[in-house]
């Protein structure tokens, strides 16, 4: 019988969780967005003399798709786990154990990691570039996924990764220090 993964759990011998700094203000915009829809369209509504109970509650059903569609999955590290908790779901992959990193390139960037005993997790490589903790769990991850073999296929995506964020660590201390 499998275990259920508390999130977060406490912290044990690996220290913290490390957690998406962004998510807060992420989740903030989305929850302005779906409220703005919502009072949107009551005002229409009321302006238009069309607005009636069953409406109201349309409108506010509709704001809350919009607002589990914009939240963002919350990521965070944890020792060698790696967790990704959405609006239904959590997913996690042990980064010691990767077996593939895949980058989708489409309309919205996406990071598909995929460990040996078969967890899943997507996560947008922006999340990595702008929390340091995370990178470096998935970097040494990563890399002892590599030396022990288990990492067949993608170690370009990773280091085209590591390429951008060196480069825009970079240049943020270039900035940081008027050298531009």
């Given at each position: 019988?499998?275990?259920?993964?508390?999130?977060p759990p406490e912290p044990t011998e690996h220290g913290p969780w490390?957690?998406?700094?962004?998510?807060?203000?992420?989740?903030?915009?989305?929850?302005?967005?779906?409220?703005l829809l919502f009072g949107l369209l009551l005002a229409?509504?009321?302006?238009?003399?069309?607005?009636?109970?069953?409406?109201?509650?349309?409108?506010?059903?509709l704001g809350v798709l919009l607002f589990?569609?914009?939240?963002?999955?919350?990521?965070?590290?944890h020792g060698t786990i790696l967790v990704s908790r959405g609006p239904l779901r959590t997913r996690s992959v042990r980064l010691d154990r990767l077996v593939t990193v895949r980058r989708d390139?489409?309309?919205a960037p996406r990071l598909v990691l995929r460990d040996a005993s078969g967890g899943r997790v997507v996560l947008d490589p922006e999340?990595?570039?702008?929390?340091?903790?995370?990178?470096?769990?998935?970097?040494?991850?990563?890399?002892?996924?590599?030396a022990a073999g288990s990492?067949?296929?993608g170690a370009t995506a990773l280091r085209r990764l590591s390429e951008r964020i060196d480069r825009e660590t970079?240049?943020?201390?270039?900035?940081?220090?008027?050298?531009e």
């Open positions: 019988m499998a275990s259920r993964m508390t999130y490390a957690h998406d700094r962004t998510w807060t203000g992420d989740a903030r915009s989305a929850a302005a967005c779906a409220v229409l509504d009321a302006a238009t003399g069309r607005l009636v109970p069953w409406r109201a509650l349309l409108w506010l059903g589990a569609a914009l939240t963002p999955p919350r990521v965070a590290v390139d489409g309309i999340v990595l570039v702008v929390n340091p903790p995370l990178w470096q769990a998935v970097d040494g991850g990563a890399r002892s996924s590599v990492l067949l296929c970079g240049e943020g201390v270039f900035r940081a220090s008027g050298l």
